[in-house]
């Protein structure tokens, strides 16, 4: 029982972490406001 | 003429080279009284001051650093309109001060004779002479002056040398008609559209062995020669080729050895786990799951070291320059820009910062080019993928008796994507992001011995890059495929026993129970469409979840192997287990010909979220990452199927 809760909460934990991985990766992919073309907005 | 100068208000254009010494001459001749404005429109900064000429005030302008006056990019744009006269809020000059500097006078002369063509009586100011001479280099500047068929002052901005004489110099110039001391048009008439430049630079390598005389010569000569031969077009690509073969080879024998032991320790590891743990769940997530996943791609550490050393040797001694060169003659002919060869060589170590390096280009058209093909060289991602369907399939085996097998396929893979990013951009540049490549010229580096701190500290940088990548993404994933191998658990009764393998109630056998797991049964929904390519369902896995990175790949498949394993089957490495491995009808799942058939795939396919990301930003369209995933996973399918198909048809396993 004990080692059924110890796996859920680490495989609760990767999900969460790839989640927010995702997340981060999901905001680069955003359009950035105010610009137009792009190639100058991250430098 | 000359008088009615004399009397009018003069403006006088400061340029040069970036980094020359040109803002240091403009506030020694202004006296730091210089005021900044923008031009209309833009954002490049515009710096005027008065200048004392003997007497007469005039107003100095400092144009933009530039290399060349060819207009490609903005900065060259608007100073060509300034030396013109079409810059409304700028009188035209009467003069330019060009700024050279003496310890890279190839470089900065190239402005120089182009700023004779715009009509503008020139007057050239030779800067870092303390350093030039300091090096017991020497300059004969009235030849030089000569040569040029203009004015040429030695000046130093901090002492004061030669500034009294740079006024003087360019108070005799105005009014004055410039002469062109060489008919560079001729050279173009000759040799094509990059003949004009050519002809520059001839006629500067002459000016340049005619005045100066450098403590180094036999260096310079000895670096010459060298360069003759790595350059040449058939020598060169015979020793880069050999080059690369050595390394290759170096990595797999140098690295095996540490590459067991480590398999070995993790091997080590997980017998330990499930000894000394009760058996259960958290047993097989440990031993199944983290240690398999995370050690099935932490073993390739030596050869990812070994790359990366083998990376900076070649870049620190000036090679890598040179094998560029190389290239760059290729990739011109097929119409890319000549800038793109930095990022593209960045993206052997990673697609990201050699997209985000495509930044120096100007051209949007060819920037997006450039960025459309950076994956297509074999990032280190791969090197765990190649290494692993190498050491399996290939290993021992040589060519032409000594020439190890896995190091020529190795070369293979990684000129694969170097011919197939030629192909694309070639296609690219004459549909979709049609336009003339600008020209462009490459500095070649002088030769050096590496030296061994910046050696060592990129590979220590890259070693802690792959391990930090291995304890956080592959780790996390690693668990959640594990997860996806493990779940649902089937418990079976008496009538479907047999189905599953079990003799008795109970769970199913490890080998049957994944195929009903969740990634079982994804698996098999798309193993219809990579059957052509010889994959099976489990590959198809591994192959999905690479689409995360690369790498993944690799864990994948220690878990798929581990967590399949029926419990009679011994433990055994991951190279033994993949070429053991049996599909569900009993024949083999790997073959040699499914190896390579699986490398083609990996070097031409679009698999990484974070290069997809990067492009998003970059290009700030969802139309490029979207169309480059499309075509890359079409193009590596298509290439893997020809693979596979040609391959069996002519009989191979």
């Known amino acids: ?43 | 003429m000359n008088d009615i100068r004399h009397n009018a208000h003069l403006t006088i254009a400061l340029a040069g080279n970036p980094n020359a010494g040109k803002t240091t001459l403009f506030n020694a001749l202004t006296g730091l009284k210089q005021k900044v404005a923008n031009y209309p429109g833009v954002t490049v900064e515009r710096k005027t001051g008065p200048w004392q000429l003997n007497g007469k005030q005039a107003d100095l302008i400092d144009l933009p650093g530039l290399y060349s006056l060819d207009a490609t990019s903005l900065d060259e744009h608007i100073a060509s309109q300034i030396i013109r006269g079409e810059q409304d809020s700028v009188a035209k000059p009467d003069a330019v001060v060009a700024v050279v500097d003496s310890t890279n006078l190839e470089r900065n002369l190239y402005l120089v004779t182009q700023l004779f063509e715009f009509g503008v009586p020139v007057v050239v100011a030779l800067t870092m002479i303390d350093q030039f001479e300091k090096h017991r280099h020497e300059i004969d500047i009235d030849m030089l002056a000569a040569i040029l068929k203009t004015p040429v002052v030695a000046v130093n901005a901090k002492t004061g040398r030669g500034i009294d004489v740079l006024a003087e110099k360019v108070r005799e110039v105005i009014g004055t008609t410039p002469q062109i001391p060489y008919d560079f048009d001729a050279g173009a008439r000759e040799a094509g559209p990059n003949g004009k430049i050519f002809a520059r630079y001839n006629f500067i390598s002459n000016a340049v062995q005619e005045s100066v005389w450098h403590s180094d010569h036999e260096k310079h000569r000895l670096s010459e020669k060298i360069d003759r031969v790595l350059t040449h077009r058939f020598f060169g690509l015979v020793i880069l080729v050999a080059i690369l073969l050595v390394v290759f080879q170096t990595i797999f024998s140098w690295a095996s050895l540490p590459m067991d032991l480590l398999e070995q320790g993790f091997g080590v590891l997980g017998d330990y786990v499930r000894t000394s743990m009760p058996p259960g769940i958290l047993a097989d997530l440990l031993a199944d799951g983290i240690i398999a996943g995370v050690g099935g791609v932490v073993v390739f550490l030596p050869q990812i070291l070994l790359l990366f050393l083998f990376i900076s040797l070649l870049e620190d001694s000036g090679y890598m320059a040179r094998a560029a060169f190389l290239l760059d003659k290729l990739m011109s002919r097929v119409g890319l820009h000549g800038k793109a060869f930095l990022p593209l060589i960045s993206s052997f170590a990673c697609a990201i910062p050699g997209i985000m390096a495509t930044r120096t280009i100007e051209s949007r058209r060819d920037r997006f080019a450039t960025i459309m093909i950076a994956p297509f060289m074999s990032c280190s991602a791969r090197l765990p993928v190649y290494t692993l369907m190498i050491a399996t399939f290939f290993a021992g085996q040589t060519v032409l008796g000594f020439i190890s097998l896995g190091a020529v396929l190795m070369l293979a893979m990684y000129a694969l994507g170097i011919i197939v990013a030629i192909i694309v951009a070639f296609i690219l540049k004459r549909t979709v992001l049609k336009a003339p490549p600008p020209p462009f010229l490459m500095e070649l580096p002088p030769y050096r011995l590496p030296n061994l701190r910046t050696v060592l500290q990129n590979m220590l940088t890259r070693a802690w890059l792959f391990l930090k990548r291995a304890g956080t993404v592959i780790l996390a994933i690693s668990i959640i495929l594990w997860a996806l191998t493990y779940f649902p658990i089937h418990q079976v009764g008496a009538d479907t026993a047999k189905d599953c393998g079990a003799s008795t109630l109970g769970e199913c056998l490890p080998s049957e129970q994944i195929k009903k797991s969740y990634a079982g049964q994804l698996g098999h929904l798309i193993e219809p469409v990579i059957e052509p390519l010889g994959f099976d369902w489990k590959i198809g896995v591994a192959l999905i979840a690479s689409f995360a990175a690369r790498e993944v790949l690799v864990s994948t498949l220690s878990i798929i192997y581990n967590v399949g394993k029926d419990e009679n089957e011994e433990s055994e490495t991951l190279l033994a287990a993949v070429r053991d491995a049996r599909t569900d009808d009993g024949r083999r799942a790997w073959t040699p010909l499914t190896a390579l058939t699986l490398m083609v795939f990996f070097v031409l396919a679009m698999q990484c979220m974070s290069t997809l990301a990067v492009v998003r930003r970059e290009t700030n369209s969802w139309t490029w990452p979207l169309f480059m995933l499309a075509y890359m996973t079409g193009l590596a399918y298509i290439a893997a199927l020809i693979t596979y198909q040609s391959g069996k048809a002519l009989g191979f396993e």
Not at chain 1, 6 to 26: F, N, S
Request: net charge positive.
């Open chain 1, 1 to 43: 029982m004990i080692q059924n809760v110890i796996v859920i909460a680490i495989i609760t934990a990767a999900i969460i972490y790839a989640a927010v991985i995702l997340m981060r990766k999901r905001r680069a992919f955003s359009v950035k406001p105010g610009c137009s073309d792009g190639c100058d907005c991250n430098k």
